[in-house]
């Protein structure tokens, strides 16, 4: 199974300023159709989660573009350029390369200073 | 608009059975691949299982292998997860989700239902 190890684990942040995270995999995440299934996805405190990029750096519909991601290979990033109130939550990384399973990064916390 | 609505969740004792459901509505939910995934108290999300858009094949965790049997009825726009033998460690939110990897706006997750585990 493919390991998805992310860095922080907790991240205070001050409003308005920029927050990064890392997620790194076991193995490469470049799948045999040559596109990299790296999903990022932000769980709101007491909300479901929801996806905000896919393919590594392509936001959804709805997703602020305070938010980027990118990588390639085994390690990505995601990067929210001036953090605000409602980006408080649990962000996850996860791969659909190699399934199954379809794996989690151990979730990183982002909160306000 | 797209939603997925769960119920089924409680309170079980450990080795009795559970059965969720999750009601899909505004989208085409049998050209979908649909999930289970869990998060137990305080924790991350957990993958438990898929199934096919129209139900052909099933691939499971092996924390719920032989235990939990993922399934869908396309006509009734609904996805199931029948969960046997429940173990403490069972006890989570369980989630259904499209869990799309490849293409905008389709990624749709249920509200979660609840499940414990308990004595």
């Known amino acids: 199974d493919v390991v998805m190890t992310q860095s922080p684990l907790s991240l205070p942040v001050t409003l308005g300023q920029p927050a990064s995270i890392s997620c790194r995999s076991s193995?490469?995440?470049?799948?045999?159709?040559?596109?990299?299934?790296l999903n990022w996805i932000q769980q709101r405190p007491g909300q479901s989660p929801r996806r905000l990029i896919y393919k590594v750096s392509n936001r959804d519909s709805g997703v602020p573009d305070r938010f980027s991601g990118s990588g390639s290979g085994t390690d990505f990033t995601l990067k929210i350029s001036r953090v605000e109130a409602e980006d408080v939550g649990v962000y996850y990384c996860?791969?659909?390369?190699?399934?199954?399973?379809?794996?989690f990064g151990q979730g990183t916390k982002v909160e306000i200073k | 608009q797209v939603q997925l609505v769960q119920s089924g969740g409680g309170v079980v004792q450990p080795g009795r059975s559970l059965r969720l459901s999750c009601a899909a509505s505004g989208f085409t939910f049998s050209s979908y691949g649909m999930h289970w995934v869990r998060q137990a108290p305080g924790k991350g999300l957990e993958w438990v299982a898929v199934?096919?858009?129209?139900?052909?094949?099933?691939y499971y965790a092996d924390s719920v292998k032989g235990r939990f049997t993922i399934s869908r009825d396309n006509s009734k726009n609904t996805l199931y997860l029948q969960m046997n033998s429940l173990r403490a460690e069972d006890t989570a939110a369980y989630y259904c989700?499209?869990?799309?990897?490849?293409?905008?706006?389709?990624?749709?997750w249920g509200q979660g239902t609840l499940v414990t585990v308990s004595s």
């Open positions: 989700a499209t869990i799309s990897i490849a293409v905008a706006g389709d990624d749709f």
């Open positions: 193995q490469s995440l470049v799948n045999s159709d040559g596109n990299t299934y």
């Open positions: 996860m791969q659909g390369t190699h399934w199954p399973p379809w794996t």
């Open positions: 199934i096919y858009y129209d139900g052909s094949n099933k």
